[in-house]
């Protein structure tokens, strides 16, 4: 438990520090850290101007993480994303050497996924499933840890290309970022309107010590009660038919357990309670969910039917 | 087995002690109410120990058959999860999982019976039972036996059966009760003649509007504001007596018109 107290105390630190340059926005730093902790990816949806590169960049400099930033066009090319051939001139010879792409990262910030085309879309669900890229006939893996935090503007959905629901489904979060509260906000114009010397961060989670976080978010025990509710629920989004067209597959149970686990790592705690999986709940199932005509005619939206279900 | 195994079966334990005893306490009133029950049919006590002893029996199975480390933590809620997620976890080890083994281990040592217990539950079953044990002791001291019950049973139901229907009793004057609340014939024409000007007392309890059908044991005041006649002391006033009206001006011709 004293290991735990550390974690806690770690987690705690790390916050704090994310603090000192973000105002607000708790929940989502929570939860794009959690994911982090289970080694996945995510959706981040919001309006321009809600600090999601800003909280992404400090991030990567608290963990000591590399960091890169992907800006989504329709004329963006997979190789702007992995990486390509080019021809160099070394010692009098010519040859093919691997450019890396900006893919060559820790954390990867692919701003509006929407509006890349297809094609571009599916490199980089490639490289976030497989932790590697391929190009041409070579395989190059992804250095460990790698984690892709890809965005949306949900306005502005003009030409787009928007995420199919079996890449979405690739992601463990969908979060939302929301505006600050007024108090907040007089705290961010104080900050970033006057001048403001950026705190100097060091980073307070090194990577040695980030995977062994992502290890013992794996090691938490899940009672057999506990997954036969997370089961439960995952399956009450299929037969719900009079709110939900297709419900959660089963990657959404291994998402929120693992996500339950990863909560309940970062509260200190050395077992998995209900609280945590309604907590991550809502994150976890809200782009994995298919609502029909009727739900839409009641103005319901995923998280309206979530917490229905969780009710 | 490990140190967590025999601490998870050492609060089990305790739990199937605590269900002894709810168990035996619902045995008890169980053979309480069916010897309440049947003091009317003069049933041997042999009965009620036997019906008893199969609830007894009964909810000890069941009970046993339910136990949950669920219980336990829902008596204690700082353990809330802990005691089942160890047990599902025994044959698991990692770091984790054995810092919870530990926890489980040092919170299990501080666990008493007494802490286990629904106190709620024992709560309502003692005081259940003392109730009923009660009745046993008291029944008996305000006459209340079996053959007392008995006799006044078939008598009700003779008196019942006599009086063909006329439960509420009769009006007539032979069934009339004098309680001393009524005037009758005799007190009318002491008061007064038929020209008095009576008033009516305060305290009227002695004129018992209901009994108005009899029109010469009514007394009222001779005025014309018999239509707002406000008696009270007797709940009975409250009623509406304008369809009386008619009698009581009748009565009053009846006391005007010469014999």
Known sequence: MENLNAVRATVEEFFEHLGRVIVGQDEMLRQVFG????????????????????????????????????????????????????????????QFTFQEGPVFANIVLMDEINRATPKTQSALLEAMQEKQVTVGTKTFPLERPFFVLATQNPIEQEGTYPLPEAQSDRFLFKVKAIYPSPEQEIEIVNRFAEEWTHPELKPTINKADLARLQRLVRQV??????????????????????????????????GLTLASKASALMKGRNYVTKEDVHEMALPVLRHRLILNFEAERNNFDEDAVIQYLLK | MTSV?????????????????????????????????????????RVPAAFGGIAALFALARGIKKIQLREAEQRIPRIEWQLRTAEDTLNKDNEVVRSLHE??????????????LNKRKLLVQVAVACVLFAMVFVLPTVGFTASAVKETTLTGLSTLVNNGGNFFG????????????????????RVGGPSADLKLQ?????IDLNKVKDEQRLLFTRQSQLQGLGVSADASYEEDISSDQELIERYFKNLEEPE
């Open chain 2, 170 to 189: 009769d009006d007539s004057k032979d069934n009339q009760k004098d309680d001393g609340r009524s005037l009758k014939e005799g007190d009318i024409e």
């Open chain 1, 35 to 94: 994911a982090i902790l289970c080694d996945s990816n995510v959706l981040l949806e919001g309006y321009p101007g809600l600090a999601k590169t800003l909280s992404v960049h400090t991030i990567a400099k608290l963990l000591d993480l590399k960091f890169s930033r992907i800006q989504g066009t329709p004329d963006l090319m997979p190789s702007d994303i992995t990486g390509t051939y080019v021809l160099e001139e070394r010692n009098g010879k010519r």
């Open chain 2, 103 to 116: 926890d489980v281990l040092r919170q299990v040592e501080h666990i008493r019976t007494s802490s286990l």
């Open chain 2, 202 to 206: 305060q305290s009227t309890n002695e």
């Open chain 1, 221 to 254: 025990p899940v009672a057999n009660d506990i997954k036969d509710y997370i089961v439960r629920l995952i399956s009450k989004t299929r037969h719900h038919k009079e709110l939900i067209e297709f419900g959660a597959s089963p990657r959404a149970s291994i």
């Open chain 2, 5 to 45: 195994q025999k601490a998870l079966r050492s609060v089990k334990r305790k739990l199937r002690v605590l269900s002894l005893v709810h168990s035996l306490l619902l045995g008890v009133i169980a053979f309480l109410v069916v010897y309440v029950g049947g003091v009317f049919f003069e049933v041997d006590w």
